[in-house]
T-cell receptor, first 112, second 114 residues
Framework: SQKIEQNSEALNIQEGKTATLTCNYT??????LQWYRQDPGRGPVFLLL?????KEKRKERLKVTFDTTLKQSLFHITASQPADSATYLCALQTGTASKLTFGTGTRLQVTL | DAGITQSPRHKVTETGTPVTLRCHQT?????MYWYRQDPGHGLRLIHY???????DKGEVSDGYSVSRSKTEDFLLTLESATSSQTSVYFCAISPSTEPNYGYTFGSGTRLTVV
């Protein structure tokens, strides 16, 4: 069966360090992978998109990698800040006409 | 979030009663989606719409129906609410199926069925 896995355990990290979150998938051939941020009591907010033929994408302090051989995406936040504390969701899309399928998310806690 | 509102924000209802959740957008986006979010399951697609009066089922559509009579409104109806439908419901919009845009989500409706 198709599965998207994100670490269900919270990731605790010290301010200023790089946070790395993982998204693994099985039985998918995603053409696109997106990352979202979700704060408590709010809806997810779109952060970044990476295509299957792209290895890496950057936006300010964010970096996403996409390895279709390993079936994995890594999401990095450099110089992390307490304001980065949130749950981060990955989402896959197998084609332009398909809908997004979401992982369960990983909660990131950045402490001083 | 700007451009998309969900109502009500919170609702408690009794088992067996009908419930309608509303999603309203001011972005004139063609595509609208209803998701539910539960611990351990993440966001799961219930129904979606690709235009006025054009809707289709998602992966967890049983017990739900939708309607879209205007571009700006997408209604989700639980015909006879059950405790298993206790969840947080999110509406999302996108202008295109092109993934560049991502989805814009509403703030959610927390529904409790007692």
């Amino acid at each position: 069966s198709q599965k998207i896995e994100q670490n269900s355990e919270a990731l605790n990290i010290q301010e200023g360090k790089t946070a790395t979150l993982t998204c693994n998938y099985t039985n998918y051939s995603p053409a696109y992978l997106q990352w979202y941020r979700q704060d408590p009591g709010r809806g997810p907010v779109f952060l970044l998109l990476i295509r299957e033929n792209e290895k890496e994408k950057r936006k300010e302090r964010l970096k996403v990698t996409f390895d279709t051989t390993l079936k994995q995406s890594l999401f990095h936040i450099t110089a992390s800040q307490p304001a980065d504390s949130a749950t981060y969701l990955c989402a896959l899309q197998t084609g332009t006409a398909s809908k997004l399928t979401f992982g369960t998310g990983t909660r990131l806690q950045v402490t001083l | 979030d700007a451009g998309i509102t969900q109502s009500p924000r919170h609702k408690v209802t009794e088992t067996g009663t009908p419930v309608t959740l509303r999603c309203h957008q001011t972005e004139n986006h063609r595509y609208m989606y209803w998701y539910r979010q539960d611990p351990g399951h993440g966001l799961r697609l219930i129904h979606y719409s690709y235009g006025v009066k054009d809707t289709d089922k998602g992966e967890v559509s049983d017990g739900y129906s939708v309607s879209r009579s205007k571009t700006e409104d997408f209604l989700l109806t639980l015909e006879s609410a059950t405790s298993s439908q206790t969840s947080v419901y999110f509406c999302a919009i996108s202008p295109s199926t092109e993934p560049n845009y991502g989805y814009t989500f509403g703030s959610g409706t927390r529904l409790t069925v007692v």
